[in-house]
């Protein structure tokens, strides 16, 4: 994506740059370093306010760049924050840059500052640096500023997220979820829905904000996957299982559930499997899951990747199914947790719109071996969910019984609202 692409994604005249002063200018410019690439970043102010013992900078960084011979060498640099409400004094960018002359090893001084440097400022340092070649001086004013936030809308979205466009804050969530692994407010998410007909969505993006929404709690009030055509939801399915052990290794050294991972990606299966035929399905979910290579996989690697995501979903398939059937009572659930969606309103992920929160906490257990199957299986004396073990051999299968399962209940589903709205509309 070019500059010019990225700028679209940030307002600039709703960054507040007249007040981005103090420890707001700091941390601002932290974030952005840390973008950047910037390794053992430190803050170094003590305290709030501009009287806080700095040590001669408010932050320090190291960057690495390949050298002449390729190899990565290490640079030094120091960071002076200067919010003004005016162009920065001289003698102050003097004086910063003069305290470096007693660190021997320092390759870059920055100056940033949320206004401007005045053109007298910028000869004295063209002059200083001649004389002076280590270390190099930057100045980074307000337009410089504006520039490094334009192509690190995550950096904006951090901080002041209204002053990135729809299209810039799905960016912003985007990379914060993959190259972080963060997640961003419920209130972004909503901005994000209620603009989806006009944002340029990408298969990373939609994962990121499908994991996103189980990360906050909820699919059923923006179901992603129903609302996405199905080439793309395929890519976003694949790009998902392909980095299936870097979501869960991330989530790990993150601290983050990845439980969270499994359910999106048990998600986006389970809206594949609507409309997909179970056999090319369950290929297509080990060639992504193997990166190509299934045939090279031991049958237990493929197991113990695909274990977690099937057998949530059949817990899910299980769990919801058995909710309402006349062959069920009370048990203790497994797949699905308490919440917005994880019984009553299951079925509306596979819709387009969503539905309000309300919260079900029912929890159900096969108690009869005859009568009708709500979902079609027949008068087995056993529930198929329950009697199929996730499995690599069992995986079409196991596809075969989630379609039939979508199918049958979520129409039942659609009913029962479309009645329960009927009855609310009928006068008294």
Known sequence: MG?????????????PFATLKGCDLEECVYWLLDAMGAKDLEWRTGGAGGGAADGGRDLEATFYAPGADGEMESQRWWIECKGRAGTVEPDEVKAAVNNTLATGNLDYVVIATNTQFSNPTRDWIKQWQSSHPRPKVKLWDHHQ?????????????RLFSE???PDGQFHALQEKFWNRLEFVQPGVLEKLWATRSDLALTELGLFAVIANEFANGSIVKRPWGGAIDREALLNVLHFGLVNTSFLVMRSVKAGVDQHQMIRTLAYVILVAATYSEPEPLARF?????????PDEYPEDVKNYLIRPIVGQLLSEMQNVCSADCARFGSHERMGLSSGTDELKDYWVRLDAEGVPEDEDNRVLLLIRTSGPCDAGFGNERSC???DIQPDVGNL???LQLVQQVAKVRSLQAAEKRKDEIAKQKKPI
């Open 384 to 386: 198929p969910l329950f």
């Open 163 to 165: 002053a990135l466009s």
């Open 396 to 398: 079409a299968e196991i």
């Open 145 to 157: 500023l504006e520039r490094f936030l334009s192509k690190h809308p995550d950096v904006v979205l």
């Open 3 to 15: 500059d010019a692409a990225a700028k679209d994604w940030v307002l600039p005249a709703s960054i």
């Open 285 to 293: 979910i080990l060639e992504s899951l193997c990166r190509g290579r």
